[in-house]
């Protein structure tokens, strides 16, 4: 089982982007999910996560009041928002999904992942 990530491309700094999740052989609908990011050079790093119901939120200091996680569950699909883009947003974003008892922090809570779609910021 996949997630697919989709919507990265090139984006000036300041600007707005938004990226989709979905899966075709899972119902996204009962599980927590996140967006990671990884950085040329650098761990991959949370970003942030959505409960299943949709009312719990975390989100990394980093973006915080920048980005915004959401979900469709009618479309199977997973969201983030990405506002006021700053180069050092530029990376590979990943979805994820996973069981456990609420939307984590951690990459090794999740057990299905995307393939990545890059996003880059241009100053």
């Known amino acids: 089982v996949q997630l697919q990530a989709s919507g990265g491309g090139l984006v000036q700094a300041g600007g707005s982007h938004g990226l989709s999740c979905t899966a075709s052989e899972l119902t996204l609908r009962p599980y927590h999910m996140g967006w990671f990011r990884q950085a040329p050079g650098q761990e991959r790093e949370f970003v942030a996560s959505?409960?299943?119901?949709?009312?719990?939120?975390y989100y990394a200091d980093s973006v915080k009041g920048r980005f915004t996680i959401s979900r469709a569950s009618a479309k199977n699909t997973v969201f983030l928002q990405m506002n006021s883009l700053q180069p050092h947003d530029t990376a590979v974003y990943y979805c994820?999904?996973?069981?456990?008892?609420?939307?984590?922090?951690?990459?090794?809570?999740?057990?299905?992942w995307g393939q990545g779609t890059l996003v880059t910021v241009s100053s």
């Open positions: 994820a999904a996973q069981l456990r008892s609420g939307p984590t922090r951690r990459a090794d809570d999740y057990d299905y």
């Open positions: 959505v409960s299943w119901h949709g009312g719990i939120t």
